[in-house]
């Protein structure tokens, strides 16, 4: 609908309008800028009673098979409650290091790997099967280490652990970056009072589940978006209240099926507890 003028007055209104308007425009600065920034999810706790141990370390020969399971045992479900980012730079210099969008993995850091997660990226190599005695241990934990020279985004990760007849889960939600060759631990619990002062960048299992990796044997399994990324199955073990089981920093990787190669931790990370979370297994030597 067009306005039309009628007087001459009002003409003249409107050409002093448009030169305050050519004003205006000429002196507006230009914007440029680049944003900086990391958020976090809030971390999760984790507890539930189930007794049960038994097996003998030493026993430990050769590649281990999966162990079977009563139905009778209880169960868990479960996700990750503590998701967070790395702190990250997002900006348009074109670095050649930056994933792809196109490719479905989210741009990050500088240095960030240019592709998902795949088998073989990640590492399980450290085992705290029994932090306590008795039932109702809920610092247990287990390590693992990116076998990768690029910051990983850990986003949609997925983690399983069958208990009986049910299978306790987790899941990443969110941006979470691993550096190079980092490492991070899957725990019972996120309460440093729990978990005995865990270091380091911590998953929890979804819900309030503790004792999720039993004495007498487990399989471990890591997946992003139903690909398979690692798996360890581990026999019975009894290494001592405290003390967890590493494979050696200094093995080839093609040995850490076989549990003759795995040791008793020797460094100690809090008092009367010993293993290295989050840190290399380098107090154990490879046989």
Same mark, same amino acid.
């Given at each position: 609908?067009?306005?039309?003028?009628?007087?001459? +007055?009002?003409?003249?209104?409107?050409? =002093?309008?448009?030169?305050?308007?050519?004003?205006? &425009?000429?002196?507006?600065?230009?914007?440029?800028?680049?944003?900086?920034?990391?958020?976090?999810?809030?971390?999760?706790?984790?507890?539930?009673? @189930?007794?049960?141990?038994?097996?003998?370390?030493?026993?430990? !020969?050769?590649?281990?098979?999966? /162990?079977?399971?009563?139905?009778?045992?209880?169960?868990?479900?479960?996700?990750? #409650?503590?998701?967070?980012?790395?702190?990250?730079?997002? +900006?348009?210099?074109?670095?050649?290091?930056?994933?792809?969008?196109?490719?479905? &993995?989210?741009?990050? /850091?500088?240095?960030?790997? *240019? +592709?998902?997660?795949?088998?073989?990226?990640?590492?399980?190599? @450290?085992?705290?099967?029994?932090? !306590?005695?008795?039932?109702?241990?809920?610092?247990?934990?287990?390590?693992? *280490?990116?076998?990768?020279?690029? *910051?990983?985004?850990?986003?949609?990760?997925?983690?399983?652990? /069958?208990?009986?007849?049910?299978?306790?889960?987790?899941?990443?939600?969110?941006?979470?970056?691993?550096?190079? #060759?980092?490492?991070? &631990? !899957?725990?019972?619990?996120?309460?440093?009072?729990?978990?005995?002062?865990?270091?380091?960048?911590?998953?929890? %299992?979804?819900?309030?589940?503790?004792?999720?990796? #039993?004495?007498?044997?487990?399989?471990?399994?890591?997946?992003?978006?139903?690909?398979?990324?690692?798996?360890?199955?581990?026999?019975?073990?009894?290494?001592?209240?405290?003390?967890? !089981?590493?494979?050696? =920093?200094?093995?080839?990787?093609?040995?850490?099926?076989?549990?003759?190669? %795995?040791?008793?931790?020797?460094?100690? %990370?809090?008092?009367?507890?010993?293993?290295?979370?989050?840190?290399?297994?380098?107090?154990?030597?490879? /046989?």
């Amino acid at each position: 609908m067009q306005r039309h003028l009628v007087r001459g +007055s009002g003409a003249a209104v409107l050409a =002093s309008c448009a030169a305050v308007v050519l004003v205006c &425009v000429a002196s507006a600065p230009s914007c440029s800028g680049r944003s900086v920034g990391s958020s976090a999810g809030a971390p999760g706790s984790s507890d539930e009673s @189930e007794g049960g141990y038994g097996g003998s370390f030493p026993a430990l !020969v050769g590649p281990v098979a999966p /162990p079977t399971y009563d139905d009778n045992e209880a169960g868990a479900t479960a996700a990750d #409650r503590d998701a967070e980012n790395a702190p990250g730079e997002a +900006s348009d210099d074109g670095d050649a290091s930056r994933s792809n969008p196109a490719s479905g &993995v989210d741009a990050g /850091p500088d240095g960030a790997c *240019t +592709s998902a997660l795949s088998r073989g990226d990640l590492t399980i190599d @450290e085992l705290m099967v029994e932090s !306590v005695a008795g039932s109702g241990d809920d610092g247990e934990w287990f390590e693992v *280490t990116s076998a990768l020279d690029c *910051t990983v985004n850990l986003n949609r990760l997925h983690g399983e652990c /069958p208990r009986g007849s049910k299978v306790a889960t987790f899941d990443v939600a969110g941006d979470r970056w691993l550096p190079p #060759r980092g490492t991070f &631990v !899957v725990a019972d619990s996120s309460d440093p009072a729990i978990n005995h002062r865990l270091p380091g960048l911590i998953v929890v %299992w979804l819900g309030h589940t503790g004792d999720v990796l #039993r004495n007498q044997g487990s399989t471990l399994t890591l997946s992003l978006d139903g690909a398979l990324v690692d798996t360890l199955t581990y026999p019975s073990l009894a290494p001592g209240v405290g003390i967890s !089981v590493a494979f050696p =920093s200094g093995c080839d990787g093609g040995l850490r099926s076989d549990f003759t190669h %795995w040791k008793r931790s020797t460094a100690s %990370w809090f008092p009367g507890f010993f293993g290295t979370p989050n840190a290399p297994n380098t107090d154990v030597e490879c /046989p």
